[in-house]
């Protein structure tokens, strides 16, 4: 692992318009060199070349991975391909540890498989097992063979598992130690290592059969007697995970009990491995991305992809948008007579819409945290539709009030303010039950709560809004 300094955030940035410069600066050179004509122009051209990419290699070989992938994830596609060919080669496989799924694929893209094998040769198992299904099939074979029997085994027991499940994401590099030995015996098992595994905060106390029986957290190490026994002093209430568990929630017990690292166990109670907190919050960075996204019906998208799989990215929910924009228009088609004789109301309906739109925006948003967190569930689910739906009905008598004394000022119809107030409870009622709802029926399917769910919600708060608007129109005001 890198013993590089991770960039705070202000001087990322910095570095971020420094490498663009650098680029500039090259293309901008080599374009001049390139138009000179000059005897053994070949050289000088390569010679400049040469020298403008030293600069730029030397500033890349100062940066965390991390911060490289970060870089990359910000530049064009040109401009990120020829970074990364400065990127050194120790660091190339943790750098694509570290990029965003649909970048790591535009890089891997472009290397050979011996460039790949040579990236991926000092990463752990665990790491390893992460990129696995990236790999080229033949890069994969290679690795396979490339491994001993105890990598190999741990490679192949990741991949067991899938991405969102705690075994996917599994540190195996941990210390283990025995309940029947004395602190001073494990002070001195401690000292034949040259380093600790990362976010090593506690070991773990397992028996012959590698069944967990407690941890030993490093502050009783140092502040008990030496002669103590580890029995005495580890503490036996231990938050466990197994392989097959939510990463997700994992993440948030992390978060809940304030971990640095916890055991990870197979099915039958054995130790596999560990998680870590770099990891949970991996996880919990992704999950809130990945939120955004799907409240837009968006997936990971590479910012710099190509016009066309961005655009393919994007059909799915533009295609949905249109049905319910024809949707929308017939019901408005369906009451041209009306607006026709009120022409104000053709100005007022957006109103109506609009409004429900925010409200259930709020409530989808309220929602989804909450399933996000665990605490929703078919118990409290009804409750909390009741709660919503009067809030609903407390903001539509208010602000549907306030509509519609302004609908009165405007055009003197007490009839048309009337309308305007009661399209705004009925329609915030809609937004509330919508807001509500398509979450959970999305959990309830197995999708994703947030997937695609303000296109939903916007498509009926829309449609409803003016149907209950026009309708109430034609019924009290032809």
Same mark, same amino acid.
């Given at each position: 692992?890198?013993?590089?300094?991770?960039?705070?955030?202000?001087?990322?940035?910095?570095? #971020?318009?420094?490498?663009?410069?650098?680029?500039?600066?090259?293309?901008?050179?080599?374009?001049?060199?390139?138009?000179?004509?000059?005897?053994?122009?070949?050289?000088?051209?390569?010679?400049?070349?040469?020298?403008?990419?030293?600069?730029?290699?030397?500033?890349?070989?100062?940066?965390?991975?991390?911060?490289?992938?970060?870089?990359?994830?910000?530049?064009?596609?040109?401009?990120?391909?020829?970074?990364?060919?400065?990127?050194?080669?120790?660091?190339?496989?943790?750098?694509?540890?570290?990029?965003?799924?649909?970048?790591?694929?535009?890089?891997?893209?472009?290397?050979?498989?011996?460039?790949?094998?040579?990236?991926?040769?000092?990463?752990?198992?665990?790491?390893?097992?992460?990129?696995?299904?990236?790999?080229?099939?033949?890069?994969?074979?290679?690795?396979?063979?490339?491994?001993?029997?105890?990598?190999?085994?741990?490679? !192949?027991?990741?991949?067991?598992?899938?991405?969102?499940?705690?075994?996917?994401?599994?540190?195996?590099?941990?210390?283990?130690?025995?309940?029947?030995?004395?602190?001073?015996?494990?002070?001195?098992?401690? /000292?034949?290592?040259?380093?600790?595994?990362?976010?090593?905060?506690?070991?773990?106390?397992?028996?012959? /059969?590698?069944?967990?029986?407690?941890? #030993?957290?490093? !502050?009783?190490?140092?502040?008990?007697?030496?002669?103590?026994?580890?029995?005495?002093?580890?503490?036996?209430?231990?938050?466990?995970?197994?392989?097959?568990?939510?990463?997700?929630?994992?993440?948030?017990?992390?978060?809940?009990?304030?971990?640095?690292?916890?055991?990870?166990?197979?099915?039958?109670?054995?130790?596999?491995? /560990?998680?870590?907190?770099?990891?949970?919050?991996?996880?919990?960075?992704?999950?809130?991305?990945?939120?955004?996204?799907?409240?837009?019906?968006?997936?990971?998208?590479?910012?710099?992809?190509?016009?066309?799989?961005?655009?393919?990215?994007?059909?799915?929910?533009?295609?949905?948008?249109?049905?319910?924009?024809?949707?929308? %228009?017939?019901?408005?088609?369906?009451?041209?007579?009306?607006?026709?004789?009120?022409?104000?109301?053709?100005?007022?309906?957006?109103?109506?819409?609009?409004?429900?739109?925010?409200?259930?925006?709020?409530?989808?948003?309220?929602?989804?945290?909450?399933?996000?967190?665990?605490?929703?569930?078919?118990?409290?689910?009804? /409750?909390?539709?009741?709660?919503?739906?009067?809030?609903?009905?407390?903001?539509?008598?208010?602000?549907? %009030?306030?509509?519609?004394?302004?609908?009165?000022?405007?055009?003197?119809?007490?009839?048309?303010?009337?309308?305007?107030?009661?399209?705004?409870?009925?329609?915030?009622?809609?937004?509330?039950?919508?807001?509500?709802?398509?979450?959970?029926?999305?959990?309830?399917?197995?999708?994703?709560?947030?997937?695609?769910? %303000?296109?939903?919600?916007?498509?009926?708060?829309?449609?409803?809004?003016?149907?209950?608007?026009?309708?109430?129109?034609?019924?009290?005001?032809?």
């Amino acid at each position: 692992m890198t013993d590089l300094a991770r960039t705070s955030p202000d001087s990322l940035h910095t570095t #971020l318009q420094q490498v663009m410069r650098l680029l500039e600066r090259h293309r901008l050179i080599e374009g001049m060199v390139h138009k000179q004509d000059m005897p053994r122009h070949e050289l000088v051209e390569q010679l400049v070349h040469k020298q403008n990419l030293a600069e730029l290699e030397k500033k890349l070989a100062s940066l965390h991975p991390a911060d490289i992938a970060h870089i990359l994830e910000a530049l064009p596609l040109n401009d990120r391909g020829m970074v990364w060919q400065l990127v050194a080669s120790k660091d190339e496989g943790e750098v694509l540890l570290e990029v965003s799924d649909a970048v790591r694929e535009s890089l891997l893209a472009d290397m050979a498989p011996h460039e790949i094998l040579a990236a991926t040769s000092e990463l752990d198992a665990d790491e390893l097992a992460d990129l696995m299904p990236d790999l080229p099939q033949a890069v994969q074979q290679e690795l396979y063979t490339s491994l001993d029997a105890a990598e190999l085994a741990q490679v !192949e027991t990741a991949l067991t598992y899938r991405d969102d499940e705690v075994g996917a994401l599994m540190d195996f590099d941990m210390v283990t130690i025995r309940d029947d030995v004395t602190l001073e015996v494990v002070l001195r098992y401690l /000292r034949r290592f040259s380093e600790l595994p990362n976010h090593t905060d506690k070991l773990f106390v397992i028996d012959e /059969r590698r069944q967990i029986k407690g941890v #030993l957290p490093l !502050e009783q190490l140092l502040l008990n007697d030496p002669e103590k026994g580890v029995a005495a002093v580890m503490a036996t209430d231990v938050v466990v995970f197994h392989g097959h568990d939510d990463a997700s929630d994992a993440a948030q017990a992390f978060s809940r009990y304030d971990l640095v690292s916890a055991p990870v166990l197979d099915s039958n109670g054995v130790l596999i491995g /560990r998680l870590t907190v770099d990891m949970m919050v991996d996880v919990i960075q992704e999950d809130s991305e990945a939120e955004v996204l799907s409240l837009a019906g968006l997936k990971d998208e590479d910012l710099f992809s190509s016009v066309w799989s961005s655009a393919k990215n994007r059909w799915p929910w533009l295609a949905l948008n249109i049905c319910t924009a024809f949707l929308a %228009s017939r019901v408005i088609g369906a009451f041209e007579a009306t607006i026709a004789h009120l022409v104000a109301l053709a100005t007022l309906m957006p109103i109506v819409s609009g409004i429900g739109g925010n409200t259930g925006t709020q409530t989808i948003t309220l929602i989804i945290r909450g399933i996000a967190l665990g605490q929703i569930n078919a118990g409290n689910a009804p /409750r909390l539709l009741l709660k919503e739906s009067g809030i609903a009905l407390l903001n539509g008598l208010l602000w549907g %009030s306030v509509l519609g004394l302004i609908a009165w000022l405007l055009y003197r119809q007490i009839d048309l303010g009337l309308v305007m107030m009661g399209a705004m409870v009925l329609n915030l009622q809609v937004a509330a039950l919508v807001g509500i709802l398509v979450p959970l029926t999305m959990q309830k399917l197995g999708r994703d709560p947030a997937y695609g769910s %303000s296109v939903l919600l916007t498509a009926m708060t829309d449609s409803m809004g003016f149907f209950i608007f026009l309708g109430l129109a034609t019924i009290f005001l032809m």
